[in-house]
C-alpha cells in the first residue's frame, strides 16, 4: 500500500521514533508547527478516525496515554499541550493513516480553525 505512514511503521521511510509497542508508534513530525510536534499513529492502516470501530477503542486509549507520557518526557506536560486528530479533507486531514498530532512547547492560538 503506498501510504506514508505505513512505510513508517515498516522502516522504509526514516522517522524519528520516540515510543513504540505492539500496537502504535510515535515519531517527530517532519514538519514541527511547534517546538515539540509529535505523531502518535496505529501500526494498522486505519484511514481516519471515521474508520475506527468499537473493537479499536483500547487502542485510542492507548493512543492518549503515550501522548500524556510523551508530553511529560518532552517537558510540554506542566505548561500545557494539545492533541489533534484530524479526520477527512473538511477536516485538514492530508495523511489517510490515523495519527494524533501532540503540539507544544510555545503558546497555541485559542482560534481552532
Ligand atoms: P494531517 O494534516 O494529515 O493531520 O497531518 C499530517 C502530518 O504528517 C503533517 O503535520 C506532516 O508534516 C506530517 N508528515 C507528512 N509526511 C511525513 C513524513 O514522511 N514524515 C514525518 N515525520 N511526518 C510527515
Ligand atoms: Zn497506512
Redesign the pocket.
Given at each position: 500500500m503506498d501510504c506514508?505512514?505505513c512505510k513508517?511503521v515498516t522502516g522504509e521511510?526514516p522517522?524519528?521514533i520516540l515510543y513504540q509497542d505492539d500496537e502504535i508508534i510515535a515519531?517527530?513530525?517532519?514538519?514541527?508547527?511547534a517546538p515539540t510536534?509529535l505523531?502518535i499513529i496505529p501500526r494498522k492502516h486505519i484511514p481516519s478516525l471515521a474508520r475506527l470501530s468499537e473493537a479499536d477503542s483500547p487502542l485510542v486509549g492507548n493512543m492518549v496515554n503515550a501522548a500524556n507520557q510523551l508530553a511529560k518526557r518532552e517537558g510540554v506536560a506542566e505548561g500545557g499541550y494539545r492533541l489533534?486528530l484530524?479526520c477527512g479533507k473538511q477536516g485538514?486531514?492530508?495523511?489517510?493513516h490515523l495519527?494524533m498530532?501532540l503540539l507544544g512547547g510555545r503558546q497555541l492560538s485559542n482560534a481552532l480553525g
Open positions: 506514508v505512514f513508517i521511510i522517522a524519528d515519531f517527530r513530525d517532519i514538519n514541527p508547527l510536534h505523531l489533534v484530524n485538514g486531514q492530508l495523511v489517510p495519527h498530532h
